[in-house]
């Protein structure tokens, strides 16, 4: 059925549990995993107006987003080698998340996406937006969502 399941990770403790789960239906499928964090490409302040970051402080917080990327690979990472799980890991700069994650499930030829859903209900979540309902909204490639 799956074969190659692609796990997002944003490092929050329901990414993690999301990523159990699906590190668990990888075994009973015995399927492969490959694991995405996409961290912003640019960053901003807002203080009285949004204003973008000298050029110093953009890449201190890019390499901050970097590592703290590789550490929720990591996480990913623990959970798939004991199980004895084929893992790749994907560390991506970009500006959507979501669009990330449907680049890299189609770049890896990945058929099933797991990932989390943060549970925002009502109005926050029509004004924040949800990287998951995205993915869900463009995504040829099955999405599981985990709560």
């Known amino acids: 059925m799956f074969t190659h399941i692609l796990i997002p990770t944003d490092g929050s403790e329901l ?13 009973a499928l015995n399927a492969r995993v490959t694991s995405v964090h996409v961290y912003p490409a640019r960053f901003f302040v807002y203080y009285g107006e949004l204003v973008r970051m000298d050029d110093r402080l953009q890449m201190t917080a890019r390499e901050a ?23 790749e890991r994907v ?3 970009g500006e959507n998340p979501w669009s990330g994650i449907i680049d890299t ?3 890896k030829r990945c058929d099933l996406i797991v990932m989390a859903a943060h549970g925002r209900r009502g109005l ?24």
């Open 15 to 27: 990414s993690l549990r999301a990523a159990r789960a699906s590190v668990q239906l990888a075994k």
């Open 65 to 87: 987003c970097r590592k703290e990327g590789g550490r929720s690979l990591d996480e990913v990472d623990c959970l798939c080698s004991p199980a004895g799980i084929p893992y």
């Open 91 to 93: 560390l991506l700069e």
């Open 105 to 107: 499930a189609e770049r």
């Open 124 to 147: 926050s979540a029509l004004m924040l937006g949800s990287e998951t309902n995205k993915v869900l909204t463009h995504s040829k490639i099955p999405v599981l969502v985990y709560r």
